[in-house]
């Protein structure tokens, strides 16, 4: 079932235009990767779906609603409750340690300091990385502080976690890693996930692909379709 639709988005910076009438579903628990060269709009896309961004013209729709016309109060609240984000550098807070980062969601949504934590670590345990509960990111690797980052995108148990190349920053291995886990994760607990990827390998652990083109939609596909290296996943 979609909850979650575009209708004709158009977005321009100034006069450089962005989107050009994309119209797309994402469904609950899917898993949609949206793909196509630089510049094509991929990122302007996945901002006006999360509600980052509005757009100048069509609508963003969130279970029937007008989520494009809500107030940036409603769209930040809903940020923090039904939806996730996870970029490319996981902009964890330098200061807090990596249960701290993971705990800050909970905590802005009202959980106790105690539960929080126990659930941070529990999280920080899924992604492999308990061990650095009390270390703050300067003292981790890329890959480490993009498990943690991941962690605090999900914590919540968002319904949708919009995720704007999230492995772009790592090897291609420790990459599959946090993207395997990452995806499993999702499928768990039904979270849906927007994954805007440039790399067919990544695009491949999708169950469908968006490929835009100037601002359009140039084709759909199933994931399974994108090229596989090595064959098998
Ligand atoms: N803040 C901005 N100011 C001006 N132009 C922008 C801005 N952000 C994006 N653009 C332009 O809008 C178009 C779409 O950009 P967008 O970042 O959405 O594409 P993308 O497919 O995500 O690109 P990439 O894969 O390189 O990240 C491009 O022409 C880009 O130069």
New binding site residues.
């Given amino acids: 079932m979609s909850q979650l639709r575009a209708l004709d988005l158009v977005r321009s ?2 006069r ?3 989107l050009r009438g994309v119209t797309l579903d994402v469904d609950e628990g899917e898993i949609l990767a949206v793909t ?10 996945l901002h006006c779906l999360a509600g980052i961004l509005r757009p100048d013209a069509g609508q963003v729709l969130w279970r029937g609603e007008r989520l494009d016309t809500w107030s940036e109060a409603a769209r930040s609240k809903l940020r923090r409750t039904e939806f996730g984000v996870l970029f490319q550098f996981g902009q964890l807070v330098a200061e807090l340690t990596a249960a701290e980062n993971v705990a800050l969601p909970l905590l802005l949504a009202g959980t106790g300091r105690r539960e929080a934590r126990e659930t941070a670590v529990t999280w920080l345990h899924r992604f492999g990385v308990a061990e650095l509960a009390d270390v703050r990111p300067g003292e981790m690797s890329g890959g480490q502080q993009q498990r943690c980052a991941t962690a605090r995108a999900l914590v919540t148990s968002p319904r949708v976690l919009f995720a704007d ?1 999230p492995t772009g920053a790592l090897d291609s291995l420790t990459g599959e890693e946090v993207l395997t886990t990452l995806v499993r994760v999702a499928r768990e607990q039904r979270t849906s996930i927007v994954l ?1 990827t ?1 790399e067919p390998r990544i695009a491949a652990y999708a169950d469908r692909e968006v490929t ?1 083109r100037d ?1 359009t939609v140039d084709h759909t596909g199933l994931g399974l379709d994108a090229p596989l290296i090595g064959g098998d996943r």
Avoid: Q
Wanted: aromatic content about 4%; charged content about 10%; glycine content about 24%.
């Fill in positions: 910076y100034g450089t235009p962005a196509g060269p630089s510049g094509c709009g991929k990122s302007t896309l190349e805007v440039h835009l601002g």
